[in-house]
């Protein structure tokens, strides 16, 4: 029995790690293309649905981890997949103004090169019980360009963002209402900005740690 629930976690985590990695070439080609073709100012529209799909498929991993499907700590993957379904969610999709910005061609560039290296490598991992050398640098080592451009990014759009949210409005729930509650979008987008200033540097350190502990033992292997 036990034989059999591991063939089934291998073979589901496998698809869901190549759907997901084809999810982001699909990203990462419309994005060059529309940047090549259009110019930045249309990158957003081209790429929005697939990249809304492959941003929210994220959300599985928080629950793979929770059951024990891997053995990735909760405390590293959410604040990850929570910034940037914020960033996807909360400020691209919610604030049309920010979407023909440069940072936009920026952002989901770092993000699909990132997520196309890493789903790959799980998903060789899970399939063939081994990723090749080359694969294990990419995974450990494309975040120490990648990570730097993509949070810069992510920074620069709700900035970007802000004066929009705060003349519009959106989300915001004035008093009195019959909850006897407030709450202003405006201050959530500060926040969230605020969380970035001690949690990248946390971050990175703690992929800087990850990338010596992997290639170590890759060496050693």
């Known amino acids: 029995m036990a034989g059999f629930l591991s063939s089934v976690r291998r073979l589901y985590l496998t698809l869901y790690n190549w759907t997901v990695f084809l999810g982001w070439v699909q990203v990462l080609y419309l994005a060059v293309t529309t940047l090549k073709e259009s110019g930045h100012q249309q990158v957003y529209n081209a790429v929005a649905r ?8 994220a959300v599985l991993e928080i629950l793979h981890g929770l059951i024990g ?5 909760i ?10 379904l914020y960033v996807t ?3 691209l999709w919610s604030i049309p103004e920010t979407r023909s910005h440069i940072l936009v061609s920026s952002l989901v560039i770092s993000w699909s090169l990132t997520e196309i290296i890493r789903y790959s490598f799980f998903g060789m991992k899970e399939a ?17 360009l990648l990570y730097p451009t993509g949070i810069t990014s992510e920074v620069g759009l709700i900035y970007l963002a802000l004066p929009y949210i705060k003349e519009s ?3 915001c729930l004035r008093m009195p209402n019959k909850w006897n509650f407030s709450f202003d979008y405006f201050y959530l987008a500060i926040i969230a900005l605020g969380i970035y200033v001690p949690g990248s540097p946390h971050m990175y350190t703690y992929m800087l740690g990850q990338r010596k502990k992997a290639l170590s033992k890759s060496k050693r292997e």
């Open 128 to 144: 063939l019980g081994f990723a090749p050398s080359w694969l294990l640098w990419l995974r450990y080592s494309t975040f120490l």
């Open 50 to 57: 697939p990249l809304q799909l492959a941003q929210s498929a």
């Open 69 to 73: 499907l891997v053995r990735s700590p």
């Open 89 to 91: 969610w909360g400020i």
């Open 169 to 171: 409005e959106k989300y």
């Open 75 to 84: 405390t590293a993957t959410l604040p990850q997949i929570a910034s940037r």
